[in-house]
């Protein structure tokens, strides 16, 4: 059970007047500073939670935008396994008419090296 201010206010102007025992002065003391400390700790409990809850939503953004670069990654790997197919099925073609040994130079470049003959 917390005291009031007022509560506490009135226990030290009543023993102050009847008792006037420091030992009893002391515990006021004692409970007026907790109770501060009580509330300034509720403050930074109830901060910490927003910190927590921002720092949630900054996860779940995170792991949406990961999610969406993956996705992304994962469509330009198959687009570009499309275009490694598409570009060694061409070699042979070009291969087969003239003056277009530049073309098969860069293709082979662009697919890391010339085709092993199979």
Request: zero cysteines.
């Amino acid at each position: 059970m917390r005291l009031t201010d007022d509560q506490i206010k009135m226990a030290r102007i009543t023993y102050t007047k009847v008792v006037q025992d420091d030992f009893i002065l002391d515990l006021i003391d004692t409970i007026e500073a907790l109770q501060q400390e009580i509330n300034r700790l509720e403050v930074q409990v109830e901060a910490d939670k927003d910190l927590i809850r921002e720092l949630n939503n900054s996860y779940i953004n995170s792991e949406l935008n990961l999610s969406a670069l993956i996705s992304d990654k994962d469509e330009q790997a198959g687009r570009l396994m499309k275009m490694d197919y598409l570009l060694r099925r061409t070699l042979p073609i070009l291969a087969v008419t003239n003056d277009q040994q530049e073309l098969i130079e860069q293709i082979n470049e662009l697919l890391g090296g010339k085709e092993d003959e199979k």
